[in-house]
């Protein structure tokens, strides 16, 4: 089987902090809330963001 385009990926990790200290993040304010954001680059060269909200202060 050939792969040429992918529409759809889920990535689940079983520790973020272990994630967020392994990939490059910055502290980011989203639509609603702070998140937590992790940064990196899909095998086509696109920047994906995946970001968890974090609790109000």
Do not use: W
Not at 46 to 55: D, G, K, R, S, T
């Amino acid at each position: 089987m050939k792969i040429d385009s992918l529409d759809h990926l889920v990535l689940t990790v079983a520790d973020i902090d272990a994630t967020i200290a392994f990939y490059a993040h910055v502290p980011r304010t989203g639509a609603t809330a702070p998140i937590r954001p992790v940064y990196c680059r899909d095998p086509d060269g696109n920047l994906v963001e995946v970001a968890n909200v974090q609790p109000a202060a």
